[in-house]
């Protein structure tokens, strides 16, 4: 049971939009950043998106974070086939004084 | 740019001691950040295991606290992590990665991982 909830999955066709949320708490995303990661097949996570909507460099503009309250979002728009992965939201938890990791969503593009 | 670069038993015993390694290469483990253990069971999600910096100071997951020690090396350019004692629950791919603290807190460069199996 992982502190952060996300969808199992999600899916959509290529060029359309996902949105991808990410519910919590007030001890983790109510008061801090969230970050997504984005895992391929095989592959370790890669940086998605930080400080709730920031973009690492080399990170598409068609991935866009966003918070409110207790609860993230992460929106894929222009979907493409090597958009599909698992995506996980992450927030640091003041109350277990440590990182807490969504359950992840496996993203399918049909 | 900055490697990461995991290294251990890929196989240990139930009860035994899972030791990892992780070599930083193209940036110094004595600047102000965390370093850090991720861990992902077959087919499953992302745990948090436990964080480091430079000075000693350290951060676990309270549910791994008991069995878990994370040390670092600097003279090597190496933090590791110590699981003890392990059972078939721990069989997981293990990542080292690089943590930025402050407001913005995240994990940005991450190791490619090695898979650990608990097996007698």
């Known amino acids: 049971q992982s502190v952060l909830t996300q969808p199992p999955s999600a899916s959509g066709t290529p060029g359309q939009g996902v949105t991808i949320s990410c519910s919590g708490s007030s001890s983790n995303i109510g008061i801090n950043t969230v970050n997504w990661y984005q895992q391929l097949p095989g592959t370790a996570p890669k940086l998605l998106i930080f400080?709730?909507?920031q973009r690492p460099s080399g990170v598409p503009d068609r991935f866009s974070g966003s918070k409110s309250g207790t609860s993230a979002s992460l929106a894929i728009s222009g979907l493409q086939s090597e958009d599909e992965a698992d995506y996980y939201c992450?927030?640091?938890?003041?109350?277990?004084?440590?990182?807490?990791f969504g359950g992840g969503t496996k993203l399918t593009v049909l | 740019q900055v490697q990461l670069q995991e290294s251990g038993p890929g196989l240990v015993k139930p009860s035994e001691t899972l030791s990892l390694t992780c070599t930083v290469s193209?940036?110094?483990?004595?600047?102000?950040?965390?370093w850090g253990w991720i861990r992902q069971p077959p087919g499953k999600g992302l745990e948090w295991i436990t964080i480091?910096?430079?000075?000693?100071?350290?951060f676990y997951n309270p549910s791994l606290r008991s069995r878990v020690t994370i040390s670092v090396d600097t003279s090597k350019k190496q933090f590791s992590l110590k699981l003890s004692p392990v059972t078939a629950a721990d069989t997981a791919v293990y990542y080292c990665?690089?943590?930025?603290?402050?407001?913005?807190?995240?994990?940005?460069?991450w190791g490619q991982g090695t898979l650990v199996t608990v097996s007698s």
């Open positions: 193209g940036f110094s483990i004595s600047y102000d950040y965390f």
């Open positions: 990665a690089r943590m930025v603290r402050g407001a913005n807190k995240k994990f940005d460069y």
């Open positions: 480091i910096n430079h000075n000693g100071d350290t």
């Open positions: 400080g709730d909507n």
């Open positions: 992450a927030a640091w938890d003041d109350s277990l004084n440590g990182w807490v």
